[in-house]
T-cell receptor, first 113, second 113 residues
C-alpha cells in the first residue's frame, strides 16, 4: 500500500520559474514531513521539513505548504535554477520511537537554462 | 565533519551468491537505517539498528539481514541473491532516529547478474 502519493513524475521548468511538486498521504500517524533532493550518484539530502501543526515553512527559495485536513503537502521552488535539476522526494515519518521514512515515488525536475 | 560512508560504492555479484555492505555513520550517531532504491519500487525501508539492536524492520524477506557493532558501524547482508536485488542500497544515520539530522550516505550500487 503506497502511503505517500507524489506528483508529477517529471517536471520541466524554465529558469526563473516556479516548480511545484505535490504529495498526499494516508497515514494519519505521520508527524514529520521532509523533502529530500537527490542528485545522480548521491544519496538523498534533506532539503526542508515541516510538522503538521504548521501550515507553511519557507527556507530561502524553498517553501512547503501543508494542508492537514486534506492530508496534502507541496513543495514550491521559487526562481528555479538549472542547479535545482534533481529528483525530489517527499516523505512522511510516523510518530513513536521506531521511526522510518515512507517515501513518495519521486519527481524528476529539469530546469532549462 | 565526515558524512555517512558506505563501502563499496559498486558491486557486481552472481545470482545465488551473498553480499555484505558496510556503513559507517556520522560520529556520535547511534541509529543506522538501511533503504533500498530501485526504479520500480522507489525508496523502501529495510531496517534500523540502534545500540546494536534491530529496532524496526520493513517488509523484506529474511534473506536481508543486518547488524550493528559497538562503534555504531553497520553491515547489511543479502543471501542467495536474486536478479531483483539489483538496487542502490542507502544507509542513513542519526543521533536518535529518523527525523531531524537524518543523513544519507551515497549508497552502494549492487548489480546481480
Amino acid at each position: 500500500q503506497q502511503q505517500v502519493k507524489q506528483s508529477p513524475q517529471s517536471l520541466i521548468v524554465q529558469k526563473g520559474g516556479i516548480s511545484i511538486i505535490n504529495c498526499a498521504y494516508e497515514n494519519t500517524a505521520f508527524d514529520y514531513f521532509p523533502w529530500y533532493q537527490q542528485f545522480p550518484g548521491k544519496g538523498p539530502a534533506l532539503l526542508i521539513a515541516i510538522r503538521p501543526d504548521v501550515s507553511e515553512k519557507k527556507e530561502g527559495r524553498f517553501t512547503i505548504s501543508f494542508n492537514k485536513s486534506a492530508k496534502q503537502f507541496s513543495l514550491h521552488i521559487m526562481d528555479s535554477q538549472p542547479g535545482d535539476s534533481a529528483t525530489y522526494f517527499c516523505a512522511g515519518i510516523s510518530s513513536g520511537s521506531a521511526r522510518q521514512l515512507t517515501f513518495g515515488s519521486g519527481t524528476q525536475l529539469t530546469v532549462l537554462p | 565533519k565526515a558524512g555517512v560512508t558506505q563501502t563499496p560504492r559498486y558491486l557486481i555479484k552472481t545470482r545465488g551468491q551473498q553480499v555484505t555492505l558496510s556503513c559507517s555513520p556520522i560520529s556520535g550517531h547511534r541509529s543506522v537505517s538501511w533503504y533500498q532504491q530501485t526504479p520500480g519500487q522507489g525508496l523502501q525501508f529495510l531496517f534500523e539498528y540502534f545500540s546494536e539492536t534491530q529496532r524496526n524492520k520493513g517488509n523484506f524477506p529474511g534473506r536481508f539481514s543486518g547488524r550493528q557493532f559497538s562503534n555504531s558501524r553497520s553491515e547489511m547482508n543479502v543471501s542467495t541473491l536474486e536478479l531483483g536485488d539489483s538496487a542502490l542500497y542507502l544507509c542513513a544515520s542519526s543521533y536518535w532516529t529518523a527525523g531531524d539530522g537524518y543523513t544519507f550516505g551515497s549508497g552502494t550500487r549492487l548489480t546481480v547478474v
